[in-house]
T-cell receptor
């Protein structure tokens, strides 16, 4: 597509529920990144993929968070047993190749856990 | 751990003046530096980048300066326009890890 597409745009969920956030990168982009951005803060790295391989997941806060990119295109970030502290903007970005940092960010998914 | 910080949370400038936004980083092994602009309700947008083998790089109305000795990075915007009003983030990386460490952001306000 023309840009990085994320869905849903907004997600309100009850504490304890699982959520899945979707990212559709720019067509042909090899690398895909997940970040989390709190209000008034810079994005915080979560994980990234080159093709379908998860290269670094050191930023995932705990084992309730996981991500996959099974066919090297669309990626899903899953949060199990959500907690209120998980509330944030989750941003996906993609780039043409590994370590090309001129990412294109998506508009994000605003997650609110109530 | 590695940190990236901006010197001022808010910068207010007159339209037409030049703006300078400063950033400090902690990791001397950082070798890639990038500035993003984020407008309200949107994702960060790439402005300009620089690698550690350079100390200056110019784009259209923007210049990035890198001082590795004091681990300092700055973004200069010439002839600031109302459309430049946004939050500006610096980010750094090291060793082609694919991971960017972002600073907290400086809000640039342009007065007409």
């Amino acid at each position: 597509g023309a840009g990085v597409s994320q869905s849903p745009r907004y997600k309100v969920t009850k504490r304890g529920q699982d959520v899945a956030l979707r990212c559709d990168p720019i067509s042909g982009h090899v690398s895909l990144y997940w970040y989390r951005q709190a209000l008034g803060q810079g994005p915080e790295f979560l994980t990234y993929f080159n093709y379908e391989a998860q290269q670094d997941k050191s930023g995932l806060p705990n084992d309730r968070f996981s991500a996959e990119r099974p066919e090297g295109s669309i990626s899903t970030l899953t949060i199990q047993r959500t907690e209120q502290r998980d509330s944030a903007m989750y941003r996906c970005a993609s780039s043409p190749g590994p370590a090309n940092y001129g990412y294109t960010f998506g508009s994000g998914t605003r997650l609110t856990v109530v | 751990g590695e940190s990236v910080g901006l010197h001022l949370p808010t910068l207010s400038v007159q339209e037409g003046d030049n703006s300078i936004i400063n950033c400090a980083y902690s990791n001397s092994a950082s070798d890639y530096f990038i500035w993003y602009k984020q407008e309200s309700g949107k994702g960060p947008q790439f402005i300009i980048d620089i690698r550690s083998n350079m100390d200056k790089r110019q784009g259209q109305r923007v210049t990035v300066l890198l001082n590795k000795t004091v681990k300092h990075l700055s973004l200069q915007i010439a002839a600031t326009q109302p459309g430049d009003s946004a939050v500006y983030f610096c980010a750094v990386s090291s060793g082609n890890t694919g991971k960017l460490i972002f600073g907290q952001g400086t809000t640039l306000q342009v007065k007409p």
